[in-house]
């Protein structure tokens, strides 16, 4: 199975600061990224597919990066909406597996 | 408007059998491949398993954790996804959630693109415990 291995699991931030989150993954993926965001007692929600394509609808302050094993999910600038807990997923092959999440706060 | 309402948690003995659904609308369900992804109290997602549509062969594919308990099923003629779980176990206490499957994509009627992972139930919750 692929394991994705996503840093760091929690992070606290100031609205407007710039917030990275990486995800590695044990072997080349190509760009097989998806990235969701999950608010509490909801279900997860789309953001970035094919590791850098942002889906309709979502803000432009959020952007994927990457390709081979190392990925980056960036918010430009935090808004305390974006307050979530982030999970990369490889689409490369199944099992579909997931990183372990982030847990964003803001200050 | 998109909906995927799932049915059937529930609590359940250790050992014990639960089939949930999961009735899609909004979008053209026989062209989507559909998964089943778990969260349990607390945790992470789970990717349960998966099976594609009947064009492209309707084959299943499972998490190592629920293969050979675990069934999924779909009913295009009724629009639903189905998970046949069997000889439970407490680890598979967790919230279970459809989903457009979580890779490549699908064509609706109307010829958009449907992006794997982009629609979500709102879950059903499963408890195994005696």
């Known amino acids: 199975d692929i394991r994705m291995t996503q840093s760091p699991s929690s992070l606290s931030a100031s609205a407007g600061d710039r917030v990275t989150i990486t995800c590695r993954a044990s072997r080349s993926i190509d760009s097989s990224v998806n990235w969701f965001q999950q608010k509490a007692g909801k279900a997860p929600k789309l953001l970035v597919y094919?590791?850098?394509t942002l889906q309709s609808g979502v803000p432009l302050r959020f952007s994927g990066s990457g390709s081979g094993t190392d990925f980056t999910l960036t918010i430009t600038s935090l808004q305390p909406e974006d307050c979530a807990t982030y999970y990369c997923?490889?689409?490369?092959?199944?099992?579909?597996?997931f990183g372990q999440g982030t847990k964003v706060e803001i200050k | 408007e998109v909906q995927l309402v799932e049915s059937g948690g529930g609590l359940v003995k250790p050992g014990g059998s639960l089939r949930l659904s999961c009735a899609a609308s909004?979008?053209?369900?026989?062209?989507?491949?559909m998964s089943w992804v778990r969260q349990a109290p607390g945790k992470g997602l789970e990717w349960v398993g998966h099976i594609k549509s009947n064009t492209d062969g309707g084959t299943k594919d499972y998490a190592a954790a629920v293969k050979g308990r675990f069934t999924i099923s779909r009913d295009d003629s009724k629009n639903t996804l189905y998970l046949q779980m069997s000889s439970l176990k407490t680890d598979d206490t967790a919230v279970y959630y459809c989903?457009?499957?979580?890779?490549?994509?699908?064509?609706?009627?109307?010829?958009?693109?449907?992006?794997?992972?982009?629609?979500w139930g709102q879950g059903t919750l499963v408890t195994v415990s005696s």
């Open positions: 094919a590791a850098s």
């Open positions: 997923q490889q689409s490369y092959w199944t099992p579909w597996t």
């Open positions: 909004g979008f053209t369900f026989s062209n989507a491949w």
């Open positions: 989903t457009t499957d979580l890779a490549g994509f699908f064509y609706d009627s109307d010829n958009s693109r449907v992006m794997g992972g982009d629609y």
